[in-house]
């Protein structure tokens, strides 16, 4: 079922956004040679207990960890682990959410670990670019298809590929809610935007081909050929004056 959210409870989503960003840019800090992935998780689980608000991940559908630590070829919900230690020139994603008063935060970055090459710079720099065209795309009006298109676009025309297994969703007082937002033009349902709706935009990129595979752990999700992949995440909000990036106060241009 489609909802809406009241200016009331974005404001409350908004919030919880503005936490989980601001812990994901602390984590970025943090992150570096010699680092493991469980240090990471560890300091969110930390940052959580300081801010007194429950994390969204930690116990979803029996997930171990408060944070997704995905390195290379892992596309998303890789578990924390102090075995796992970060070295230059790795690709780390980190996906992070919380709850305050009821509602759902969720965002996700992949950034470098010291100097990596040219084909991994311009993945970042891709997947996020196709994150903001996503968002661009989220007018009244508009359907989830357009968003999809955006992203699409973005990605394919410089020669990677959208993973096609995982898709963004709608989000408010649970993690996932309808509709999903997929990466790619999908056929059947295709709702129409409105304002009020709240939705998770992720694209998830690689540098090969689309395929993933999941791990025995039944979380660790990599690309089947051993690619490089890259993840970018924002939750937001349809409204009349265009989209509304929750956790960012920079307004963000609508498309035309």
Not at 10 to 18: F, K, P, S
Not at 67 to 95: A, E, F, W, Y
Not at 225 to 242: C, I, Q
């Amino acid at each position: 079922m489609l909802t809406t959210k009241s200016g009331a409870e974005i404001e409350v989503m908004h919030r919880a956004n503005t936490l989980v960003l601001q812990i994901l840019r602390e984590l970025r800090e943090r992150a570096a040679p010699g680092v493991t992935t469980g240090d990471l998780d560890d300091y969110a689980h930390d940052r959580l207990r300081q801010e007194k608000v429950r994390s969204a991940f930690l116990g979803y559908r029996g997930y171990p960890k408060v944070l997704c630590t995905s390195v290379n070829d892992q596309v998303v919900h890789g578990i924390p682990s102090r075995q796992k230690v970060l070295r230059s020139g790795d690709v780390l994603g980190l996906d992070f959410g919380v709850v305050v008063d009821g509602f759902f935060g969720d965002a996700a970055m992949t950034f470098a670990i010291g100097p990596v090459s040219p084909e991994a710079e311009r993945l970042l720099q891709v997947t996020e670019r196709a994150l903001r065209a996503g968002i661009a795309a989220m007018l009244p009006g508009n359907r989830v298809s357009d968003v999809s298109r955006a992203v699409q676009t973005t990605v394919e025309v410089e020669g990677f590929s959208v993973v096609r297994d995982f898709v963004g969703h709608g989000i408010g007082t649970a993690m996932h809610e309808d509709p999903p937002v997929p990466n790619y033009v999908a056929g059947g349902n295709d709702p129409r935007l409105v304002a009020g709706m709240v939705l998770a935009i992720e694209p998830m990129v690689n540098v090969g081909r689309a395929e993933v595979k999941v791990a025995s752990d039944g979380w660790t999700a990599s690309t089947r050929d051993g690619s490089l992949s890259a993840h970018f995440e924002r939750s937001v909000a349809v409204t009349a004056a265009g989209p509304r990036v929750l956790g960012e106060e920079v307004a963000v241009p609508a498309r035309t």
